[in-house]
């Protein structure tokens, strides 16, 4: 049976919290077993439906509507179960920032993203990083919150919200001085079990539910933020809050992490904790997400998925069971656990839990049906998010897509620069007068390379651009910011954004992957400016790549000082950059990045390839090579590569052999 009742489950009677063994009457036998399942959504990102509202077209790979079927299945399968969320639910699509910055949602409306979870009957969820790009007002007001900080009214109503609680450990009100969330809460269930004499039986378990975001949320949201909240190190609260959670009687700990696997030596600020949460007496299980990856994934070659300690194959870290649901509802978490009961509480037998990371394509390359349910549920959103994002702003003569992003492609990227230096530019005149003389570069990324499938790519079209197109060229609801830096730190912001590439043996006969999958598209920032030119070296180690930078012509000075527009995330610290902390910032500006290029393409009006998407700082260092450096990305694209510009391309394969649709091609680094 479920273990929890929503409105949606009402065929099951109300049962007793905390009751004893309902076939005898007496308490659970020592020996008696069970299975209990845990079931993870993470990093939904707003995508409730099949539909990428920037193509403006169905997508069966994505949309919790999809992940509601293989629940569905899993419940089937396993009915003693909890259907968790980790977070990063709340922002991520149009419809998102339809119902958060268009038409904000009413304070007695249920935001879409929680009917469709209170649908699904989730039991609990965490709070990832992303649930706050909108602000404490907001979260409050969709959560059904009551936040005691400023920022937050003290008469604000309490709003309608989800139908589950929602936890989390580690972000505290300056104000009082408590967490801004409930840390914890401790889930009484009834379960059906098995005594040692074979028959079956009733039981009832106490599962304790505790929440954890990255710290480094503080610095990407510092404008929402700052002063308002603190966060606490995910390993101290944990510390903190589990003896707690044992001395109220919890028989399991589940740990619902927003975060990721890195093996890097600890601090608070950590932003992949879970290597040393997992390190922590008493926790039974980890929810973990951030990472936008399956995990366990036995063919993994991300780093954290590798250390020692960690179990790629069966899923564990230091031989506590972990799952990682993939992102946008591509995958559900399915953790097995299987209970012994001691006598006194239930404990988990490690040695035969099982992990998953179920995915929502099928062996022959179909997906899953999805859930008739949920679309009904959000229609009305759907429909007018459709019809916001078709709102056109501008046109374009010219496709701008990140296909060919990582060899030398800026068709999506220059629009973006270009946008932010002339806001900059502005604000500068208007505002700080005694940086007038500072020349003003900005820094971009292609935010969708790939990583999730062969559709997760920026691809303008040319023609009508609408508010869905600039959507798709800035993903997400940064803030604009500029930081100031030298030259020398220029330099070594360029040589970090150099990690997304492997390094080339030029010597080396056999096929080399240009791309470092284990480094963020998001990550690789690039320069498009004509007065700056460098050169990246792949056949040199991280650090020395940046060859032959350049100013004006010569060659760039260390002491050289400019503004440098970028969004919050990045100048906060996000991405690990160095010297990029936040003390730089000389400029953070009210408007978000997407918004000031929309208003760039509107003054605009008319884009063209020439004016704004040909001028390419970068290049590779030109180097001849023994065998061929590789990469993958849609098939069928080479004539877009050639309008790049990029003749040094050639694909190889119309199919890589992946099983994921991507084609696979070469890149000649000697031209």
Known sequence: MRLRRHAAYLV?????????????????????????????????????????????KADPAIGLERTATLIRQARAEYPNNLLIDNGDALQGTALADYQALVKPVACGDTLAIYKALNQLGVDGAGIGNHEFNYGLAYLNQVTGSHFDVDGVAADAPRCAGPAFPIVLANIYSVRTRQPLF????????????????????????????????????????????????????????????????????????????????????????????????????????????????????????????????????????????????????????????????????????????????????????????????????????????????????????????SYFADVGDISAIELVNQAQTAYVQDYVRANLPQYAALPVLSMASPFKTGAAGVADYTDVKPGAVALNNAADLYLYPNALHAVKLDGAGLKAWLEKAAGRFNRIDPASTAAQELVNTNFAGFNFDMLTNADISYQIDVTQSEGRRIVDLRYKGAPLAPTQEFLIATNNYRASGGGGFPGLDGSKTVIAAPDSSRDVLIAYIQKARQLTRTRNGSTRSWRFAPVVLRGPVVFHSAPGLLDLAREAGLSNVSELKADDGGGKGFALYAVDLSK
């Not at 993870?40 to 990102?45: G, S, V, W, Y």
């Not at 700990?253 to 390190?279: F, K, W």
Request: hydrophobic letters at 40%; aromatic letters at 8%.
């Open 182 to 401: 409930a840390p914890y809460r401790i889930l009484t269930r009834e379960i059906s079990a098995t005594g040692p004499d074979g028959k079956p039986l009733k039981s009832s378990i106490k599962i304790g539910i505790i929440g954890f975001t990255p710290p480094g949320v503080l610095s990407w949201d510092k404008h929402w933020l700052a002063g308002k909240v603190y966060a606490e190190g995910v390993r101290e609260t944990a510390q903190k809050y589990i003896p707690r959670m044992r001395a109220e009687g919890a028989d399991l700990i589940v740990a619902i992490s927003h975060g990721g696997i890195d093996g890097a030596s600890y601090t608070p600020e950590m932003e992949n904790a879970n290597y040393y949460l997992a390190q922590v007496p008493g926790v039974d299980a980890m929810l973990i997400g951030h990472e936008h990856l399956p995990f366990p994934d036995a063919a993994s070659k991300h780093a954290g998925f590798n250390l020692p300690g960690v179990d790629k194959n069966k899923g564990t870290v230091y031989g506590v069971p972990a799952v990682m649901a993939n992102l946008w509802g591509k995958h559900l978490g399915v953790i097995g656990l299987h209970l012994k009961y001691d006598g006194q509480r239930w404990l988990v037998d490690r040695s035969r839990t099982t992990v998953e990371a179920r995915s929502t394509k099928q062996p022959d390359g179909s997906y899953v049906a999805a859930d008739p349910a949920i679309a009904p549920l959000v229609a009305a959103e759907h429909e007018a998010t459709i019809r916001y994002v078709q709102t056109p702003v501008g046109t374009s003569d010219f496709r701008m897509s």
């Open 12 to 56: 099951l009677p109300t049962l007793l919290m905390g009751c004893a063994d309902l076939r005898a009457g007496s308490a659970t036998p020592s020996g008696a077993e069970a299975t209990l399942a845990l079931l993870e959504t993470t990093d939904l990102h707003a995508n409730v439906l099949s539909y990428d509202y920037y193509k403006l």
